[in-house]
Every structure is written in C-alpha cells, then in structure tokens.
C-alpha cells in the first residue's frame, strides 16, 4: 500500500468509525452475527452507494462469514477514501472508483458478479438484471436477493409479472420504515443539503418546483417549506395530487410550475419529467436538481445538444448551460442522484435502519434457502417491527403496548361496541 493509499485508507476509517457512532442496530446485528456466522461461506455480491454507511453494512455481512464483492449504484456517488478502507484494511472486494465512466461503472459489475454470488444486494436491479440477461449460467447458485429502490422494485415487480424472475428478492424499500423513515426523512434532509451545498442558494422565498410526492418527494417540499420556501408540487397520480393540496402545498401542472420554479427537483422514480417544454419557459438562472435513482428525469442530453455553451464545474457539482436566448439553466450532479453526488447521502441514523433491515433480510434469505419460490417479497414483519423499536429504543422513545382485553377486542369480530 502506497502512502498516498494508506493517507486514503486512514481518511475513510475516521469516516466509517464517525458514522458508526449513529448506527446502534447495525451494532446489534454485527454483536450477534460475530457468535452465529449465519453467512458462513456464502459470496454476497452489491451494487450500492460507496458510503461509510454501506461499509458499515459491510462489516456486518463479513462478520457473519459472508464474502464480499462491491460495486458501485451510481459512478458519482463512490467515496474513494472508502472505498480504499475497505480494500486495504478489511480486505472487501471493491470494485468502484468516483467518476468513473460509463464502460468503467459496467466493467465494476461485471467484475464484482464474476465471484458468482450466493447472495445479491441490488439498488435499481442492474444486477439483478444482469444475472437475468447476460450472465444467466450463474442463476442456478443464486438463492436470493434484497432491492433498496423504488425504481428496483418496480423493475423486479414487472419481472415477476411475467415469470421472468428466477430466484426470491426481498423489497426492502417497500417497508414501512424504510418508507416512513428512510425515504422521507432522509431523501428530504440529504436532497436540501445537497442543493445548498453546491449552490449556496437562499431558499427563503424562493419557489421550489418538487415533481413527485411520494414518501421522497413529501420529504423533500417538508424541508423546503420548512427553510421558507414557497414550494408547488406536481404529481400524475390523483390521491398523491389530493394528499399535497390538502398539506398546504401549490399542485400545478410541470408546464405551469416551470415558469414560477427557481428551483425544480425530481423524485419520480420515471424519466423525460423535466424536458424541452419545460426549458422553454424557465426562469434565467434556474436549477434543477434530480433525487431520483437514475439520471433520466432532466432530459440532460437536450441540453447539452442544444446548449450554445456549457460551463461545466462553475462550482463543484454545478454545471451552467447557456441557451440561444440568454438564458442559464444550472444542472446538479449531471442529473444524477443529487443527494449522493453533491452531498453525502442519507444520515448515518437513518441508513441504521435501512441497513439494519438490509441485514436481517440477508439473513432470514439465508436460513430459509430452497424454501422460497421465485418472487418478490415483502420484508417480514417480525423484521419491521422489530426495526421501529429498536429506533425507538435509540431515540429514548417510549410507547404503550395493548392490554389483554385491548387485544382481544382488536383480533375478535365477536366483540361489539
């Protein structure tokens, strides 16, 4: 190891060990699974986010006998100094470097699959979708897997549809914490963070465009709102519509919203949201910020084609593109997750219970191997629950439990009012 590796390497383990500090049930987990070994010689193969928070996730898996191959979720969101601790100083297979290309990001994958996974840990199905196209051979080993996205599990969901899955996948993102908690608390403070990170834009009085209000998107206008903004959401599904006018929150039509937005974010989990309509009439000086998993929601390559210059890093992670009119559109992450690109992703505190329930899926996947048909799951709800209370527990919140007579009043159809 070079020194400048080790300089590297020394970085990313104040960083693991920092966030450590916040994530007390992944520490419960990696206690018990050090006496247990419950993934004893099985290869855990992931595509995720390169953080401290997924090293920590890491540890976990490796103390319960698991081998680990990692590859990067997003080229923009590996954390090199990380990336360089688990290689050098736990001995992860690593495969993921910060701004790699896309024929490198393919060549991560492909790499980390070659160890020929057991086990799968996917976020937006790319290996997932792989092992069902291109690396079929390796299917017959695989006893399960775990998906961390909307955008996965949709995927997975079409797939089972059509009895194109061939092994069982949990989707962890479905559950009701990680929906309630995760998605919304962290995706709403991580996006924020990151537009006022790269930009260092006031949000007090601005308006801010949020398209999609789903359990992110209703993270993100809370915080926007609660930072002074004057926030209008645009939806497609009538209920989500409904549900933000009855918050308080403006609910307009993207062609309407584009011209009042001075900051627009995506959180739909589709693509072609903002397009060249939508250019057309924003404001000089607009940015636009995407929080969805892939970088398909601004139609980022019209600008670049139709731009008459590009200004490209103005301020770290903001690009600036000038159109034929005089107007400047201000591009975050390349329209990528801007949330892991321009900033460090969700808290520590909140990934201990995505990463927690991360584990105990891996876990309940491997005890019940050959027992599970080809589907996709829900998380059990021995797990959620058991998830809450130990965030609780964290929190030093305290709750009430149900008494007998509660209790056979809520399970019995006998008793009246």
């Not at 979708?129 to 996205?149: D, F, I, M, S, Y």
């Not at 599990?153 to 929906?179: G, H, K, T, W, Y």
């Not at 404001?283 to 210059?309: P, Q």
């Not at 770290?316 to 034929?324: K, N, R």
Request: glycine share 10%; aromatic share 4%; with cysteine.
């Amino acid at each position: 190891m070079t020194s400048t590796e080790e300089s590297l390497s020394d970085r990313g383990l104040l960083r693991l060990v920092w966030a450590q500090r916040a994530m007390p049930a992944l520490a419960q987990i990696k206690d018990r699974f050090e006496r247990t070994r419950p993934l004893a010689g099985l290869e855990i193969v992931a595509a995720l986010h390169v953080t401290p928070e997924t090293a920590n996730l890491m540890l976990v898996l490796q103390a319960g006998g698991a081998d680990l191959h990692l590859a990067a979720a997003n080229p923009l969101s590996t954390q090199d100094d990380i990336a360089a601790v688990l290689t050098n100083r736990y001995g992860i297979d690593v495969h993921a470097h910060r701004g790699a290309d896309r024929k490198t990001y393919d060549e991560h994958l492909e790499q980390a699959l070659a160890a020929g996974p057991h086990l799968v840990l996917d976020d937006g199905c790319d290996l997932v979708g792989r092992l069902h196209t291109t690396h079929r051979e390796l299917l017959p080993a695989v006893l399960g897997g775990c998906e961390q996205t909307t955008t996965g599990v949709l995927r997975l969901r079409a797939m089972a549809a059509e009895s194109a899955l061939r092994f069982p996948v949990v989707a962890v993102n479905d559950s009701d914490i990680q929906q309630s908690f995760a998605n919304r608390h962290g995706t709403g403070q991580s996006t924020v963070d990151a537009i006022v990170r790269s930009t260092n834009v006031l949000l007090a009085g601005r308006t801010v465009v949020v398209a999609g209000f789903g359990n992110c998107g209703k993270g993100v206008a809370d915080r926007a709102r609660g930072l002074g903004a004057g926030v209008i959401v645009t939806e497609v599904d009538p209920t989500r519509a409904l549900e933000a006018a009855m918050a308080g929150f403006r609910v307009l039509p993207m062609r309407e919203a584009a011209a009042e937005g001075d900051v627009f974010v995506t959180v739909t989990g589709s693509r072609g949201v903002l397009v060249e309509r939508h250019f057309a009439v924003m404001k000089d000086n607009a940015i636009l910020a995407n929080s969805g998993h892939f970088d398909l929601e601004i139609d980022v390559a019209w600008l670049r084609a139709h731009c008459v210059d590009l200004r490209s890093g103005i301020r770290p992670h903001v690009d600036e593109y000038l159109l034929a009119d005089g107007r400047r559109l201000l591009v975050l992450a390349e329209g990528r997750l801007v949330n892991l690109a321009a900033a460090e992703g969700h808290p520590p505190a909140v990934m201990d219970v995505s990463y927690a329930g991360q584990a105990l899926c891996v876990e309940w996947l491997a005890a019940n191997a050959g027992t599970l048909a080809p589907g996709v799951y829900d998380v059990p709800a021995q797990i959620d629950h058991g998830l809450a209370m130990l965030q609780l527990e964290a929190m030093g919140v305290r709750i009430d439990s149900l008494d007998p007579a509660q209790e056979a009043y809520l399970t019995s159809w006998r008793n009246g009012g």
